[in-house]
DNA sequence: TCCGAACGGTGACAAAAGTCACGATTCATC
DNA sequence: GATGAATCGTGACTTTTGTCACCGTTCGGA
């Protein structure tokens, strides 16, 4: 695919035209990730912003005792590190790639001088901010005010909508790839405690697991339990 | 003062030119509030936007118990609530005054259709949004990452920062103002743990008080206790 | 198909956080 | 200065979370 098919499809640039694209797409430099590379770490200098145009990465802080916490994903198309270009920071969080991942560079001065020329990459960024925003209130809020087995009764609703199959009698299917670790990094906990919350939901009737399969008997009743 | 004059401090605003300002500031409606009264709801349909001119607003979720957790604190001049002009959402927390306050309201509309004249308004919202998302993924690790007494003398170490005054032999002497609720609510635990957390701190030779006193010793090893 | 690494389950335990009750202190205001 | 409300200190206790060790299972390449 060209590649300035692949920037129209991310928010940011979703409303250049096409001259303005390609000029972009054409200064662009590719970079590739395998599973789990760095791409840069939390207060590196900030040099530009990423489109990723395949695959997908995590953002994530690092406790001391090197345990992660995710702050959010984004999976191709899309851009990443889109905060110093608007406020010349440093990169607030690391980011990592969750699978083999295809990454163009874009330069922050450049991009500066874009935004000028095209108010519009401003709005887009200030809606994409917007949404950022409203998922990290939601995160401190699951953080800190519920427990782990409802972060995780959480994680599985939200699965459960994005990716869920109807099961015959009312019921929800989907398969969950995650592992218990990435699970932890997710919610906010350790591999253990995600073991042991799973039973919770099983005990309490809410939720059953087979092999890498999840089933949940009322989508409803798991929303109640968390909310 | 002159409304204008206000508008054009607050830092969504700051790069209009007064003709616009004009504008906006004749049409926005004004609203007082009085300590702890409240201003929206989470979820609440979002109708506009607020500047702060007197006063000071948290922005806050709640837990079932009625536990409060604060996700960011705005003093005038400034605005608040303002994604929902970006992205047409509901409002991503409840915001409530910390003290008595003058605030002006302005129609998310109308703003939107600035936001299309005035591109710079934009920028500077992204602007103003990259800085909240850098201090949302700042609080994310705190409070999922470090303990409360951590969490703790990160509060301190800032507040020294911003209101400190040496106090002969290199210590730094500030006032500590708020309540422990207040303090709890802010770095995400309760009453009695703040408590606590300052016995810690005092045993651990980092910090002593003295009525609303706090008095610490050396910036640097208290910094070296939470990071 | 075999092997080593990654993953998951589990018990025992430690530590941190939260809850409750109650009394002492401080504060705001009359 | 008196007084009621808010705030703070504190001990005893429960719950949740995290840690550690260990072992069986699964998975992904050679």
Do not use: W
């Not at 300035?4 to 000029?23: C, H, N």
């Not at 440093?90 to 295809?102: H, N």
């Amino acid at each position: 695919m060209e590649r300035i098919e692949i920037f129209k499809q991310a928010e940011l640039f979703r409303s250049l035209d096409d001259e303005t694209l390609r000029l972009l797409s054409e200064r662009a430099i590719e970079k590739r990730l395998e599973r789990n590379e760095i791409l840069f770490l939390a207060d590196d200098e900030a040099k530009g912003l990423y489109l990723i145009a395949e695959g997908a990465v995590r953002a994530f802080r690092t406790g001391h005792d090197g345990r992660e916490q995710i702050i959010h994903i984004e999976r191709a198309v899309a851009t990443i590190a889109e905060l110093p270009v608007f406020d010349d920071g440093k990169y607030p969080s690391t980011v990592a790639a969750e699978e083999p991942t295809l990454l163009y560079f874009l330069d922050k001065n450049e991009m500066r001088r874009r935004c000028f020329e095209h108010p519009q990459i401003a709005l887009s960024a200030a809606a994409l901010f917007a949404r950022r925003l409203r998922g990290c209130a939601e995160l401190v809020e699951m953080l800190t005010l519920r427990e782990v087995s409802q972060r995780l009764a959480r994680y599985l609703f939200e699965q459960a909508q994005e990716t869920g199959e109807p099961d015959g009698n009312g019921a929800i299917r989907f398969k969950q790839n995650l592992t218990h670790n990435q699970l932890a990094a997710r919610i906010g906990t350790v591999r253990e405690v995600v073991t042991r919350s799973f039973y919770r939901l099983q005990n309490q009737r809410l939720i059953e697991t087979r092999n890498k399969d999840v089933l949940i008997y009322d989508l409803q009743a798991l929303a109640a339990y968390f909310d």
